[in-house]
């Protein structure tokens, strides 16, 4: 018994003894605050989310280690540009800072949410399960002169930079952990994500070639919101009217 005693009472000076940053508590987002934790991002109960007008990332970080993350990104696609993705990400757990003042995460495998909108998969729309492990290299918070703000900088497990974070609180806004229903689940989403593709992030070119499930017909023309092989394009058309006009002009040479 006493033996149990004693070991009980190192497990809990290391816990107390874990390193947590005062610097860190609170909840960041990047750009305009357009992305954040807790409600209003993602239902993960309902497998939903609500597709906010800007992209951008956003963390929570409580003094006793536990975590948010809330990710709206593009992937883009240089081969295809007409391939680009939107990634959603909502995920929760714990995280440590390490002997290299890093910031490890461990997020609770069940409850992370993802959602793929990719035009030119065989299945375009996907939401399901996310469990990413983050290992942050460093982290900087420093006072931004420019905005008046407090900043957060992350550098990525390879030392790239993430775009800076500004504090919006520092309570952190998470969501309970009693509102998420665990269960690994798969399924495919009709949602308005390709038409927010289309007419938000996409260059629109007049007729220019459906998306790959086919364009969408409005009046005299096709609305095509990516670039790509369907449909005709306005030159196939000016190519077409050129070739008669020529085709027009030879037989008036001949009659002549």
């Known amino acids: 018994m006493l033996i149990l005693l004693a070991l009980l009472s190192v497990i809990s000076v290391v816990l107390s003894d874990r390193p947590y940053s005062d610097d860190l508590v609170g909840t960041w987002s990047s750009g305009s605050g357009g992305v954040q ?8 109960s309902e497998y939903s989310f609500n597709v906010p007008d800007t992209t951008g990332i956003s963390y ?58 990719d035009p030119c998969a065989a299945s375009s729309n996907v939401l399901t399960t996310a469990n990413i492990t983050r290992n942050f290299q460093s982290f900087l918070p420093f006072d931004d002169p420019v905005k008046d703000k407090k900043a957060l900088q992350l550098y990525d497990f390879d030392g790239s930079l993430l775009a800076p974070m500004y ?12 509102s998420i229903t665990n269960g690994n689940r798969k399924r495919d989403v009709n949602s308005d994500m390709e038409e927010i593709l289309e007419e938000r992030f996409l260059e629109k070119r007049a007729g220019g070639g459906g998306r790959a499930s086919g364009g969408k017909s409005s009046g005299s023309g096709s609305k095509g919101g990516y670039a790509g092989a369907g449909g005709h394009s306005s030159a196939s058309r000016y190519s077409h009217s050129l070739f008669a006009v020529l085709l027009l002009s030879a037989a008036i040479l001949v009659i002549i």
């Open 60 to 117: 929570s970080f409580t003094k006793d280690g536990f975590y948010e993350e809330s990710t709206y990104k593009f992937n883009s696609n240089a081969s295809a540009p007409q391939c680009i993705q939107a990634v959603l990400i909502w995920q929760h757990g714990t995280y440590v800072i390490n002997d290299d003042n890093g910031i490890d995460t461990t997020p609770i495998a069940e409850d992370g949410r993802i959602q793929v909108e």
């Open 37 to 44: 934790t807790g409600t209003g991002f993602c239902t993960p």
């Open 167 to 178: 504090l919006i609180s520092k309570s952190p806004n998470m969501l309970p952990t009693g």
